[in-house]
């Protein structure tokens, strides 16, 4: 099952959050504070985890949810 996360881009590197966006199927809806939802699947977690490592995004302690056309981030307390 795949795993809902938020991510917080530390990359400004265009090109390299289009490749990350595309390889992982990930919707191109950024909020102004660089936020951004991703749905990993569970083969593709080890290779996500990586480009975290490799300092493109920040992995957040949130969940999100969509709301119509909308992207609801919530804080996990």
Same mark, same amino acid.
């Given at each position: 099952?795949?795993?809902?996360?938020?991510?917080?881009?530390?990359?400004?590197?265009?090109?390299?959050?289009?490749?990350?966006?595309?390889?992982?199927?990930?919707? !191109?809806?950024?909020?102004? #504070? @660089?936020?951004?939802?991703?749905? %990993?699947?569970?083969?593709?977690?080890?290779?996500?985890?990586?480009?975290?490592?490799?300092?493109?995004?920040?992995?957040?302690? !949130?969940?999100?949810?969509? #709301? @119509?056309?909308?992207?609801?981030? %919530?804080?996990?307390?």
């Amino acid at each position: 099952m795949a795993v809902k996360l938020v991510i917080r881009w530390r990359t400004k590197d265009k090109n390299a959050i289009e490749a990350i966006r595309r390889r992982f199927a990930m919707p !191109r809806y950024t909020t102004l #504070n @660089g936020l951004a939802p991703a749905l %990993i699947k569970p083969e593709d977690r080890e290779l996500f985890e990586e480009c975290a490592s490799r300092g493109f995004f920040s992995i957040l302690d !949130r969940k999100w949810r969509k #709301n @119509g056309g909308q992207y609801i981030f %919530i804080s996990r307390k």
